[in-house]
Structure formats: structure tokens, C-alpha cells
């Protein structure tokens, strides 16, 4: 499977040529940082390429063998903003999605206990998520894209409100559930970068390679 971008082309008000042709193509297995300054574009990108945002020209296009699938229902988010059911349990809001992409109750409770014990939150099941801090928080949305079956996932600054140590557990498991989709990491931290198996730059409305 490949999420492949044909000169995508895409504009804010005041921004007319943010993204002016962007090529893009990942593949299963893969993992790609995509940084760049502030504002060049990044989460716009992100936001295309989960089909939240239509481009003004261009395409992006899930690929499974010559099929096209609707990029829209085959990803999982892990967004800047923390999206949490704040009086639910950690293990509830874990599963949140699972049962709606058709997994059934016992796969998806014992998957869920191994995403917790791998973002260091093993043994919270029960607490409800407001007694939780903002950085625990996170690695729940985390621990939930892990769980998902969901070829493509797409994360923004995942590792944003994270300490330097939990920062690398927590990339840990992502890039481990990360190992059998087509994962795009956006990100400011260089560590967090270097992780990822591609690191392209986003500058001036294109995406280039970093080579290291
Ligand atoms: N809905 C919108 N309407 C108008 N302009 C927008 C909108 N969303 C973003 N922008 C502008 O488009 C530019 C790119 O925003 P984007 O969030 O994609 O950048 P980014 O590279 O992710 O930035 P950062 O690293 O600061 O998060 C910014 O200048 C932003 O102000």
C-alpha cells in the first residue's frame, strides 16, 4: 500500500502558493518526518493528506494494489490537539474508534493494555483522563493510534508537550505500531526526526529530501 501526492498544490487566504506542487510517496512500513519553519505548511500538508483539507489541484491517493481507497476512513490522527473524553477512563478512551472500525472487544482490550504499558501508562486503566497531565494525555491519543488497525497514520508534534526521555519511549511506540503502516511525522524536534526512516523538509511550497 502507498499514499502517493501528485503536485498538490494548496492555498490559505494570504498564503496563495503554501503548497505549489507537492510529491509525495510512502509506503507500508515506512516512516517520514516532515519538518520545516514554522508556518511553511506542515500541518496544511497534514491535513491533506488525511483527506480533512481537498487540495486546489493535485491528488492524494491510498493505493492497495492498483486500488483506490478513501484516504479519509483509513487513518488515524494523533493531532497537536489533544482529543480526549476527559471524564472517561484511560482505557475507554483508548478504545474510543476501535469498536467502530469493527475490532472485536478482546483483541482490542489486550492491544490497548500493551499500547498503555509501551507510552508508560500501564496500570491507569481505570483513572478517568482528567486526572491525568497534559503530556499523559497525549500518549493516550498515542497508545489509541496503536491500537487502530488503520493503514495510514498521521501524527503533528507528537511528542510536543513530552520531556526529552518520555519523548523517546513514546516515539518508541509509535514506531513500533508504525512497523506495518505508512506512518508521516510532523515535527520540530530534531531527535524525533532522525527516528523516522525519511526526513523531507518542507520550504517555499515544496518537500525536499534531507540527506543525513
Ligand atoms: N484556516 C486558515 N486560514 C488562513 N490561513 C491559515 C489557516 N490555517 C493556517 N493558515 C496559515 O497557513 C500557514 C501554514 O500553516 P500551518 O499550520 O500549515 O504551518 P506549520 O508549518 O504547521 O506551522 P507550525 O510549525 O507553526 O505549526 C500559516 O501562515 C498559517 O497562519
Redesign the pocket.
Known sequence: MRLVTDALTFA????PT?LDGVHLDVRVGESVAVV?P????????LALLGGLLRPQSGRVVLDRGGEELPVAEHVSWVLQTVNVLADRSVIDNVLVGAFADGLDRGTAAARARTALAAVGLGGTDERPVRTLSGGEAQRIVIARAAVSDRPVLLADEPTGQLDQDTSAHVMDALLTSAADKITVV?T?DTAVAARCSRVLV?GAGHLATRTR
Not at 12 to 15: A, C, I, M, S, V
Not at 38 to 45: D, F, Q
Open positions: 490559505h487566504p494570504g498564503h503554501l520545516g514554522s508556518g511553511s505548511g506542515k500541518t496544511t500538508l510532523v520540530h518542507l
